[in-house]
């Protein structure tokens, strides 16, 4: 195999390995502060300190986000802003993150204050504010400490591309999901909404910057996928996802989760059929059955 045809089949697994990451909300970056009696949550970064890529996620136990101060965040270097987001006030935004050189919209709808429109300066250093009200959903870049942002043409940016063409680190499905915080804050478990939830569930890494325990999931009758992180564990002996008839796709994005204290855990406990088992033996990977089985077989 020459080399141009070698790097032709390792270059988009690079490149889709790295952006996928970017759909996924960065909630270990972030501060979700309830508001407006409940009905929604504004979204602060965890502290001044945040760098990288910053994805601010649609909802939030199921609420709608509203973007609130990044001001002075100076290691952030790109941003994903959901379609349908609004920022939470007349001065809240990015200003001062002078590292700043990408912003994503992933709609043509972000609402910047009560009448639509912000000038340029107010939620971010240049003008982006502007040329986003004129060119819509995309994403937008400016050289490091630049005022002046250009939209990038052609195909759609992985982090506008639906989440469901990167399984391994989908978008966390927050609005189906509820947390509670446990060990006097330490971390967090999570539960689903209610029992009606259906499709693809994914069980974020962290929330609120804290590690995040699977807890009941029993009887979702209308889940069909579980994806798992790496690191995660079980909260008690028997949490997990029995009753889940529908339930044909699992994902684990590590080896190291842990079921119990002793790390293991027999058949039937955690899922329906053998896959607690299967997993011990087999690892990362994603994992089917049959609608109904017991059989669990890790995808090659």
């Known amino acids: ?32 502060v309830s508001i407006k009696g409940g009905a929604e949550y504004k979204a602060n970064p965890i502290n001044n300190q945040i760098s990288g890529a910053v ?27 959901p379609a349908g987001a609004q920022f939470s006030d007349v001065y809240s935004g990015f200003q001062g993150c002078t590292k700043l050189t990408s912003v994503t919209f992933q709609g043509s709808d972000t609402i910047f204050s009560q009448s639509g429109k912000a000038g340029n300066g107010v939620r971010f250093q240049g003008d982006l504010s502007i040329a986003y009200q004129t060119s819509g959903a995309g994403t937008y870049t400016r050289p490091a400490g630049g005022t002046n942002w250009t939209k990038q043409g052609g ?39 209610n029992n009606q939830i259906s499709g693809a569930v994914v069980i974020p890494a962290t929330y609120n910057g804290k590690p995040v325990s699977v807890d009941y999931f029993t009887s979702c009758k209308e889940i069909t996928s579980v994806t798992i992180p790496a690191g995660a564990q079980f909260s008690d002996v028997y949490s997990g996802f029995q009753g889940c008839t529908k339930l044909t796709s699992v994902t684990f994005q590590g080896s190291d989760t842990i079921f119990s204290q002793s790390g293991k855990a027999g058949n039937g406990v955690r899922f329906q059929g053998d896959l607690s088992i299967v997993y011990q033996t087999s690892g990362a990977g994603t994992y089917t059955r049959s609608a109904g089985g017991t059989n669990w077989t890790k995808v090659q």
């Open 1 to 32: 195999m020459t080399k141009r045809a070698l790097m032709g089949l390792i270059l988009p697994a690079i490149i889709g390995a790295s952006t996928a990451f970017a759909q996924q909300p960065t909630l270990d970056k972030l501060k979700l």
């Open 55 to 81: 994805v601010i996620p649609a909802t939030y136990n199921g609420k709608p986000v509203s973007v609130d101060y990044f001001t002075g965040c100076k290691e952030i270097t790109s941003v994903t802003i």
């Open 155 to 193: 195909a759609m940016t992985p982090a506008q591309q639906p989440a469901a063409q990167y399984p391994l680190a989908q978008q966390a499905a927050l609005d189906k999901l509820k947390f509670t915080a446990i060990k006097n804050g330490a971390e967090y478990k999570v539960n689903p909404m």
